[in-house]
Each structure stands twice: as structure tokens, then as C-alpha cells.
């Protein structure tokens, strides 16, 4: 049997191509980035959000394939919808549960999907989503209940609930910490400081830049811990992003269309009843329905609603063509937004300038967002990866987040079973 092999994967969410320059001229990713073999252009899946893309790293394959499909379920009767939180969501195995078959210790801080999953030490991203629930209660629930204890007692004054960069200090100083006194051989890590930054303020706002420098900063703290430990020569280091972002002017609200239109039934503010309904993936949108003989119908709407001046609306694409594209099998139709727009799940307007907020969390808005077809331009992530199985310096020009799945899995010496990624040889020794 191969001996294990240390793997630590740092994800930097929303972090991407357009990034490279600038990252280049930080001290700690320049240094990193000249050593390690990558890809500069990743493609990311569709649709091209949080959770689905965490996923795919961590299974190679596509959502339609493992099933995590959105970041939230559709969950219309009892908003705000809980999100796809818990490992018993993916269909089919992980790097996490093929590494724990090989006897490897394992550790996740914040990595999408992944609670109640078999992980040692398991530091899962779940939220409270309902008024009886509190933070540490619904993370104790879905993680590791004495190592969770011992994060907040050492490190829980560094977070404020998600506000960053409060909640990536506390990430970073746990990842820290976990490395020092436990040293697992599979560590993966999301960090959200940029996406948040992003959303909150553009894609090229100062507080992205600033939040891109905190992220060198984290970067180099990591990497001289292991270099104190002695380990930085025998561990297979991996940075990389899951998307990028674009910039929006105007949030569009398929559902208020269905409400006029009566396929949405809805009281006190409510969803009681649906016959077709859109839930949002911000730079696309799916459509569901309950009536299979309406599809005809549904499709002709869509396209009067696209041929309104300034719909928003860029493509619809059918069944067969969003799984193609490898979304949700079970949706009736997609919507791919314009340049400038996004999608949201209200349903009191059809429009509403971003920037703009209301009570509700479906109506929230933002300056940039995600979720736009991968191979748009411009939108694609990155891959870089330094250690004893990757080729220094290689390069190839263009991969996916299904290949990392396939190539990290090859490192690690397990098997994801039948995948969509293939291993990209040319970033690894023979």
C-alpha cells in the first residue's frame, strides 16, 4: 500500500484569473505561484455558486451528477430556504470519505457541504435559519462537538456571525491551530473574505483589494507554521478558487411574472401553493414546474418575458440543455442573465436597482455576484498546487474544477469512482 500523503487545500472563494496580477505582486502568493504547478484559467461548473462548486472539487464531477445543485433547497413553504448543508445531500463518495477509508485524520474548516460528514475534526459551514436557533448550537449539531468547543473558547471572540474579515481571522486562526496540535493528512479550508467583499462593495473595489491582501497574509502565516513543523517538503499545498464575479446593476424577480400570471399563490407574504417557480442562482435561474403538460406554455412565457426591453434575461435554456450544461436534471428551464443583471427569489417587483435592501433576505442586493455560465469571459478561477507530487512551475492553459477532484484524488491515492474531471498528468511528477 502507498504511504498517505499530507494534503492541505486552501479555497479562496470568489477569487479568480483577473486576480493573478495583482496577487502576483504580494509577497506570499508570488512566492508561492513561482513554485507550484497550476492552471491560470478554471473553469467553473454551472451553475457557478458556492456549494456546487466546493462539491465538484471535492467529488470531479458535475452537480447534475452529485446532486448539489444550488447553494439552497427549493424550500418555497418555509422561507428563507435552509441551504444544502449537510454531507447527506451528495450523491455518491468525496476525497473526505475515501481519504477516512485509507486511514487518513481529517480536518474541514468551513468547507460547503460537509456537516455532519465523517470528519475528525469538522469545523462545518451552517447557519442558524430559523428564530429558535442560535450559531454554535446549529454548528455543534453538524460538526465536531469537543473540537468546536475548544475553537470558540480559544478563538470565538475574533468572529462577528459572518460580518469578514472577522470570520476569516477566526477560520485562519482555527486552521492554525488544528495544524499545530493535530496535524491532519486531509485538511481543506474556505475562506469568504473576498466573496463577501465583493457582493458588498464590486469586483474591483478597494475592499476586494484589501481582502485579497489579508489572504496573502493568511497564506504566509499557514505556510510558515508548516515550515516550523518541518513539513512544508512533504505536504502537497493547493490553492484555488471555486468563481469569480461580475459586476450588477439590477436584480430581476422571475417570480413576480408567475405571481401576476398565477402560477404563484401566495398570502401574508408567503408561498402557499406553486404550480411554476424560480429559485435564484444570482447570474442564472432555474424553473420548476409541477405540470408537465404546461411546458409549451411555461417556454412562451419565458420568451415574452426575454423580449421585454431590459428583462435581463440573456438565454433560457431547456431541461436537456441545463443538464447538459450540468445543472439540475429535474428543473423545467433555465435562465442565464444579461451582463449587469442577476436573478433573485422575490416576488414584489420585477426589478430593483442593486444596492438596494429590504427586510427580507430573498430581496437582499449586491454591487457583484456569481452564477453565470463558466465559460463566459473573463469569469473563469484558478489551480495552483506545490508539494512532492506537483511539477514545479508546470502549467497547463486551461482545466475545470471537475479535473481538480480527479487530479487531487490521484494524489491522495483513492478512488472517486466514475467521474466527469480527468487527471491532468502535466501538473504531476510521474
Known amino acids: 500500500m502507498k504511504p498517505k500523503k499530507r494534503m492541505i ?6 477569487v479568480g484569473t483577473k486576480d493573478m496580477e495583482y496577487m502576483k505582486t504580494l509577497p506570499n502568493f508570488r512566492a508561492f505561484m513561482k513554485r507550484a504547478a497550476g492552471c491560470e484559467e478554471v473553469l467553473s461548473v454551472y451553475p457557478s455558486i458556492t456549494y456546487p462548486a466546493h462539491t465538484s472539487i471535492v467529488t470531479g464531477r ?3 451528477s452529485h446532486g448539489i445543485v444550488n447553494n439552497l433547497q427549493v424550500q418555497p413553504e418555509r422561507e428563507p430556504s435552509d441551504w444544502f448543508w449537510q454531507r447527506k445531500y451528495i450523491k455518491g463518495t468525496t476525497l473526505f470519505d475515501e481519504a ?3 486511514g487518513y485524520k481529517t480536518a474541514a474548516l468551513l468547507w460547503p457541504v460537509m456537516g455532519k460528514a465523517k470528519i475528525r475534526y469538522n469545523l462545518p459551514e451552517v447557519l442558524p435559519n430559523r428564530s429558535w436557533q442560535n450559531q454554535i448550537l446549529v454548528s455543534m449539531l453538524n460538526g465536531t462537538v469537543l473540537y468546536e468547543l475548544a475553537l470558540q473558547r480559544k478563538f470565538g471572540h475574533l468572529r462577528d456571525g459572518i460580518k469578514q474579515p472577522q470570520l476569516d481571522n477566526f477560520v485562519h486562526t482555527s486552521m492554525l491551530y488544528t495544524m499545530r496540535k493535530y496535524r491532519p493528512d486531509l485538511m ?4 469568504t473574505d473576498v466573496d463577501t467583499n465583493r457582493h458588498l462593495y464590486g ?3 478597494k475592499e476586494a483589494k484589501m481582502a485579497l491582501e489579508r489572504h496573502d497574509k493568511r497564506l504566509g502565516e499557514l505556510l510558515d507554521l508548516l515550515r516550523e513543523l518541518g513539513l512544508v517538503e512533504k505536504t502537497n499545498f493547493v490553492l484555488l478558487g471555486d468563481h469569480y464575479q461580475q459586476d450588477v446593476k439590477e436584480a430581476i424577480y422571475p417570480n413576480y411574472i408567475l405571481k401576476e400570471k398565477g402560477y404563484l399563490h401566495i398570502e401574508n407574504n408567503k408561498i402557499l401553493d406553486w404550480r411554476v417557480l424560480a429559485r435564484d442562482c444570482d447570474g442564472s435561474c432555474y424553473i420548476y414546474s409541477r405540470d408537465g403538460e404546461s411546458q409549451e406554455e411555461i417556454y412562451e412565457m419565458l420568451q415574452d418575458m426575454k423580449s421585454s426591453p431590459e428583462s435581463g434575461i440573456a438565454r433560457i435554456f431547456t431541461r436537456e440543455e441545463a443538464e447538459a450544461l450540468g445543472a439540475d436534471p429535474d428543473c423545467a428551464f433555465m435562465l442565464e442573465a444579461e451582463d449587469g443583471y ?15 435592501s429590504d427586510h427580507h433576505a430573498s430581496f437582499q442586493t449586491h454591487a457583484a455576484t456569481h452564477g453565470y455560465l463558466p465559460d463566459k469571459e473573463g469569469y473563469t478561477t484558478f489551480f495552483m498546487a ?8 508546470a502549467r497547463v492553459n486551461r482545466m475545470s474544477l471537475v479535473d481538480e477532484g480527479a487530479t487531487l484524488a490521484r494524489v491522495l491515492n483513492v478512488d472517486l469512482g466514475d467521474i466527469d474531471g480527468k487527471i491532468i498528468k502535466d501538473l504531476l511528477q510521474k
Not at 343 to 352: A, H, I, L, M, S
Open 9 to 14: 487545500i486552501m479555497s479562496l472563494d470568489a
Open 386 to 393: 506545490a508539494g512532492p507530487d506537483f511539477v514545479p512551475g
Open 203 to 205: 469586483v474591483n473595489s
Open 62 to 64: 458535475y452537480p447534475a
Open 188 to 191: 481543506l479550508v474556505h475562506f
Open 342 to 356: 442577476y436573478f433573485q427569489n422575490g416576488w414584489e417587483t420585477y426589478r430593483k436597482k442593486a444596492g438596494a
Open 100 to 102: 477516512v477509508k485509507k
